[in-house]
């Protein structure tokens, strides 16, 4: 397996060497607060976040934290009350709906704890989706979804559907399927939150290496500290505000 990921995407990873500390993903100032009757909850207080191309950084903090919320946020399907969010040099807070999706569709894929597998559609089939979505045609999302599959170590599993595979490798085939279409940045919230802990260890480490080899950023939520290791860096979400997770 090691060998296919070594040769994944090789033009995006020689792009990445020669602007290796470019912005994908920035957060400036955002603030977000739910207004529950007459009562407030400050979610998010003057967060700022430096999401550079290629980097692995994960974010860890309580249950209730705002974590879920910071990357609805960042992703453009939740609104803020302040800030900017500014997707490869793109204001998106300032975007209408339909020039956020189209930068999301361009730039993004997300992992979630519950893997949002289409049930009626095959491994093969949903990780060809966005590609297909993307404007790709048939035969080549089909081909690609097939080789993110070998590199998820599934080339046996194609023609499965969610429900004949296992929790770990459904997790596998949403990892492959937010690789598909090749996007600036992966956005992974609790993504082995359902997982036992040494099959949340093994999806964790194919994502992280996944998105290394492939030059693309990720950007992951996590209650599990064990799993660190596998990041460039780890922030701590604590009173609206990122924070070095040492701190
Ligand atoms: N739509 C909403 N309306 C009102 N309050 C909300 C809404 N969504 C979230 N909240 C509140 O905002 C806070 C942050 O929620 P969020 O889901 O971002 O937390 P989290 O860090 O992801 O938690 P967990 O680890 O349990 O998933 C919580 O106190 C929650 O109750
Ligand atoms: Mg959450």
Do not use: W
Not at 66 to 73: D, F, Y
Not at 232 to 245: N, S
């Amino acid at each position: 397996m090691s060998d296919s990921l070594t040769n994944t995407r090789p033009d995006k990873a020689a792009s990445l060497s020669a602007a290796g500390d470019k912005t994908v993903l920035q957060a400036v100032s955002l603030v977000k607060q739910y207004r529950q009757g007459s009562s407030t909850i400050d979610v998010l207080q003057g967060l700022d976040l430096n999401l550079a191309a290629g980097e692995r950084v994960a974010v860890v903090g309580r249950s209730g934290s705002g974590k879920s919320t910071l990357l609805h946020v960042l992703a453009g399907l939740d609104t803020v009350d302040s800030g900017t969010v500014t997707v490869r040099g793109e204001n998106m807070t300032a975007a209408d709906p339909n020039r956020k999706a189209a930068l999301r569709g361009a730039h993004m894929g997300f992992v979630y704890q519950n893997h949002h597998l289409l049930p009626e559609f095959s491994a093969v089939e949903n990780v060809a989706m966005p590609i297909r979505i993307a404007g790709g045609d048939n035969r080549t999302a089909i081909e690609q979804a097939g080789e993110l599959l070998t590199q998820v170590g599934l080339a046996e599993r194609l023609q499965h559907l969610p429900s004949e595979l296992s929790g770990g490798e459904r997790q596998r085939v949403a990892v492959a399927r937010a690789l598909a279409g090749n996007p600036a940045v992966v956005l992974a919230d609790e993504p082995t939150g359902n997982l036992d802990s040494e099959t949340a260890a093994v999806v964790m480490a194919l994502m992280a290496s996944l998105c290394r080899r492939s030059g693309t950023a990720f950007l992951v939520v996590t209650h599990d500290v064990s799993m660190l290791g596998e990041f460039d860096r780890a922030l701590r979400l604590i009173d609206g505000q990122l924070l070095p997770y040492d701190n």
